[in-house]
């Protein structure tokens, strides 16, 4: 039977490195189709719509919208740009029929670039090539252009691949040209391309209803909704579905509401027919990769796999004694069933209950999944304690195996050295050194997913937060032996109380502080880090003893330096394996283990 495809359809994928520019473009197709009206109060970077993504600036999940254009409509699914949430990417791929790879001007394709193509270009999709940023002063636009055919190469991308399209866009301006020295004032350019180069969606119209979930979402009203691509048939309201998990019939449901994608809004619809993507709901079972299909002729499609974790963290119930004082959710049943929830909506975490019956074990792609996991929980009122990320190893062949990563730094020449030796200590081995000449250098490792851990907030200091920082999981590597942690020891509170400024100055040349004056302490809880390798018990809480004498100057101001202070990922690479992190709604603190 031929297939038959929906010339009035394209569904589009948005794949890039994180902070390349892909929702600010999104943001600009969409004023420019209409979206929005003229007057409209609209927010910066629109698709970026969780409290999380705005603050850090980055996409965390992927989302979709829809413009239409000239009577076509477009499906268009914003995608995160970093490795962490490379899962997010591979799922949502399974919904389109061709991707728009962008580049930063001046940057160049990146790891994450290198993961998204390499996954795109394995499932066929054709892809639009656009340059973006064209605007900036060190722009180059000619090598990067030969960095994106050479990309291409490497991921030995077919002959018809390597025939795409290229633009040069300004996303702040909204504006897409086919020449980098020409003249624009729209993205006309960059829709015309998704017209002509995207196919169609195609379909057997003989085929039953298959429809494949790739993403979930949740609605106080009408519960769990999922979301994904009609791949063929049709899908109705009320309509009866067959539910299939792994390729076995797992129940039947009837669908009390169906969704369609216009703008940024989800709009009911009676029916959605096959290409299109569509959101359902009624089916309290459904997860992701599942296939929803006619009950009389049930023909489930592939179930969606993503990469397997590399790091894992035990999350526990917070047992310091300024437990329960900031936060609402305490117990491990709240912290079970928060994480039992997380695993409905992200296919590439786990969960296991460890021996402890208040601990549970957490893997995931990279820390940054973690921390932003963790954040989230504690915005939501949770309180916890997290031991040090470890590594998943494996055995193949009888061989023990660790997660290796690509490192790509971007330093000024003048911190080349340090950053090599820091490499070179956590096993790191340099494969590529490039100088554009411009008085930048990139550097390639490949290090074990161990050393990178407390290397990120080292590197920062080391090159004075001029440094460019991207890794990628690359495979696995055999086991390196030990890599050297944090160089020196900490100053640990040896009892209750509240820390004393008298105390603190006095503490101040062994090191670095980290609690501010009136700040509650426990013995147990770190304050400081040691200017040595040894950890060392204190008394924070001293104060100065009182006397009727008087002296000049006894009495003068104490100057005390400002403390240091932990973001979440700070604080999960600065710990070693007997200490933890105690994260509420309003503190991270540093402690050691009970019994350590």
Known sequence: MPMTSREDLRNIAIIAHVDHGKTTLVDAMLWQSGVFRENQQVAERIMDSMDLEREKGITIMAKNTAIFYQGIKINIVDTPGHADFGGEVERTLNMVDGVMLLV?????????????????????????????????????????????????????????????????????????????EGTGKDLIPLFEAIRTSIPAP???????????????????????????????????????VALMKNGL??????????????????????????????????VPDVFIGD???????????????????????????????LAGKEGRLLTSRHIKERLDKELLYNVSIGVE??????????????ELQLAVLVEMMRREGFELSLSKPRIITREINGQLMEPLELAVIDVPEGYVGVVSEKLSARRGRMTKMINH???????????PSRGLIGLRSQFLTDTRGTGLFNTLVIGHTPYAGAIPSRPNGVLVSDRSGKAVAYAIFHLQPRGTIFVSPNDPVYDGLIVGENSRSEDIRVNIT???????????????????????????????????DDEQVEVTPQSIRLRKMKGR
């Open 353 to 366: 209950q460890t021996e402890q019956s208040d601990s549970f074990k957490v893997s995931a792609r990279g």
């Open 437 to 447: 000449g411009s008085g930048r250098v990139r550097l390639e490792f490949e290090i």
């Open 542 to 576: 001293k104060e100065k003893k009182l006397t009727n004498l008087r002296a000049s100057g006894a009495d003068e101001a104490l100057r005390l330096v400002p403390p240091r202070r932990f973001t979440l990922e700070q604080a999960m690479e600065y710990i070693n």
């Open 104 to 180: 930063d001007a001046t940057e160049g394709p990146l790891p994450q670039t290198r993961f998204v193509l390499g996954k795109a270009l394995e499932r066929k999709l054709p892809p639009i090539v656009v340059i973006n940023k064209i605007d900036r002063p060190d722009r180059r636009i000619s090598a990067v252009l030969d960095e994106i055919y050479d990309l291409f190469i490497d991921l030995e991308a077919a002959e018809d691949q390597l025939d795409f399209p290229i633009l040069y866009t300004n996303a702040r301006a909204g504006i897409a040209l086919t020449d980098p």
């Open 202 to 240: 195609a379909f057997d119209p003989e085929m039953p209803l298959q429809f494949l979930v790739t993403n979930l979402d949740y609605s106080d009203y009408v519960g769990r909704i999922a979301v994904g691509k009609v791949v063929s048939g049709a899908i109705r309201q009320r309509q009866e």
């Open 249 to 282: 019939m797992a129940g039947q449901a009837i669908l009390s509401q169906l969704y369609t994608y216009e703008g940024l809004n989800r709009v009911e619809r009676e029916q959605v027919e096959a290409g299109d993507i569509a959101a359902v709901a009624g």
């Open 291 to 321: 296939t929803l299909g006619d009950p009389l002729d049930p023909r489930p499609l592939p179930t969606i796999t993503v990469e397997e974790p590399t790091l894992s963290m035990v999350f526990s119930v917070n047992s310091s004694p």
